[in-house]
């Protein structure tokens, strides 16, 4: 399934000034990349590690170069073994997906240095944006609601001493982070010191970047993003919000769009701030700007900006007909924005699930191993996107990320319906996956009422769940 046709549909134009593209990533995302490539006339160049190398990826590419062993600091992390393959094999741009180093400033950087044009927001805009703690700083500055959080602290002691003025509980979170990698709830000074160095081990494995930083944690949170796209013109725009509340451990598990149960004036203002966020920090390419929803209080405030494409990015493009990452082309390439707030508008609802190779009677552990039966769902409004494959070995070394089934309706029960359905029709064998936990989530009243917060796996949807193992 190919985005909703609409209004806000860019056409198959290509980027004018570009011609050949390496996308330094793996799994779904590189084949998303190379699908919008091929759709813009774009040659396309992939890295893959030796794990990689036989892939859905290498074989979709009209080149795969192998740069390395699976550890990614030795392969997808290593900035020098990218850039060589891009400059060796004529490449004129690099796409970097998410994760790995899609927002590593340096990375950006030094694709710019190189002659070669980085398909996302500027290296100025990755740097400020990617720091956590000065993103938060500049929407303080621009006016939106923050949360109350300290600086980057260097040391434990610096982090107890500011978990003292904060308050437990709270959030420790990775400067360089996202996908919730390096994050982790304390309720008091003991638990602070127990996680502290992991966390920011984490942080280093994932990021290059072990950097960390505390915020207040709210318990019954809601989850809610803005989608911008912005151009080298000036011209920011956002295409509505997704609701990703639905997670496990600060693992996105289940995606929507149009955030569901938002008060107008909420929703409105949500939007402006997003907006205006991205408008501050200068964004010329493709952004999310997360906020955090007090279901209490019904205040919101900034949690952080992605500069980068999200891999919820589909709900969004389902309702809105915008192809996201053919946009970011077109600004990478300096073409101004095809459409105007006003062009853009959202019908319908679609829905999200992230499909992992993971074992959820055994705490969710991912499962490493080959794939022996992959049967996809098909069938009206549902999309699918994976490098998923009969043969697929799941490797230890990344994310246990199997696909996305995505789901569209006139309506949020209806989308809800099609993925619950979506679900049942997947069939893989060879590695245990979450599928069924996933489906149980989307079918469970709360859930269908819009009446979940951040913690509502933990809380009930999980126990829930293994009580029917």
């Known amino acids: 399934m190919t985005a909703r046709p609409g209004p806000g549909t860019t056409g198959p134009e290509t980027a004018r000034t570009l011609r050949r593209v390496l996308i330094a990533n793996r799994g779904e995302i590189a084949v998303r990349v190379i699908r919008a490539c091929r759709q813009l006339g774009l040659e396309t160049v992939v890295v893959v590690s030796t794990a990689d190398r036989d892939g859905l990826p290498a074989r979709l590419a009209d080149r795969a170069i192998c740069i390395g062993p699976p550890p990614a600091t030795q392969s997808y992390l290593a900035i020098g073994s990218v850039l060589s393959a891009a400059l060796g094999t004529g490449c004129d741009a690099v796409h970097p997906g998410y994760g790995f180093l899609s927002e590593n400033p340096d990375f950006a950087a030094a694709c710019v240095d190189a002659g070669l044009v980085f398909v996302g927001p500027s290296p100025a805009v990755v740097a400020q944006a990617g720091d956590k703690a000065r993103a938060r700083e500049l929407a303080q500055a621009t006016g939106i609601p923050v949360l109350s959080g300290s600086p980057i602290l260097d040391s434990l002691e610096a982090a107890c001493a500011a978990a003292g003025r904060l308050g437990y509980p709270v959030l420790i979170k990775a400067a360089a982070g996202g996908g919730g990698r390096g994050m982790s709830v304390v309720e008091d000074q003991a638990g602070l010191r127990a996680r502290w160095s992991a966390a920011g081990s984490e942080a280093q494995s994932a990021f290059g970047d072990g950097r960390l930083y505390l915020e207040r944690f709210i318990r019954r949170a809601r989850h809610i993003e803005v989608q911008v796209l912005g151009d080298r013109h000036g011209s920011v725009v956002h295409l509505g919000e997704r609701d990703c509340t639905l997670q496990r451990r600060h693992q996105k598990v289940v995606e929507e769009s149009p955030a569901p149960d938002l008060a107008a004036g909420t929703r409105a203002a949500i939007r402006a701030s997003g907006v205006a ?193």
């Open 277 to 469: 966020f991205a408008q501050a920090l200068g964004l010329d390419s493709a952004g999310t700007v997360e906020f955090i929803y007090d279901t209490d209080t019904g205040e919101y405030a900034f949690l952080e900006f992605n500069a980068r494409i999200q891999v919820e990015h589909p709900v969004t493009e389902l309702v809105t007909g915008v192809d996201l990452v053919a946009s970011q082309f077109r600004s990478a390439a300096g073409e101004p924005l095809a459409l105007s707030q006003p062009d853009i508008t959202l019908t319908g609802h679609a829905i999200e699930a992230r499909i992992t190779a993971e074992d959820p009677g055994r705490g969710f552990i991912p499962t490493p191993g080959t794939v022996t039966t992959w049967i996809p769902p098909n069938g009206p409004d549902i999309r699918v996107d994976t490098s998923c494959e009969r043969g697929y070995v799941v490797s230890p070394y990344y994310d246990s990320l199997l696909a996305k089934i995505i789901a569209y309706g006139p309506d949020r029960d209806t989308a809800a319906d099609r993925l619950s359905a979506a679900l049942g029709q997947l069939q893989v064998a060879g590695v245990p996956t979450n599928t069924g936990f996933v489906r149980t989530a989307v079918d469970h009243p709360d859930f269908r009422a819009g009446q979940v917060s951040t913690d509502w796996i933990a809380a009930r949807g999980l126990p829930d769940y293994l009580e029917k193992l």
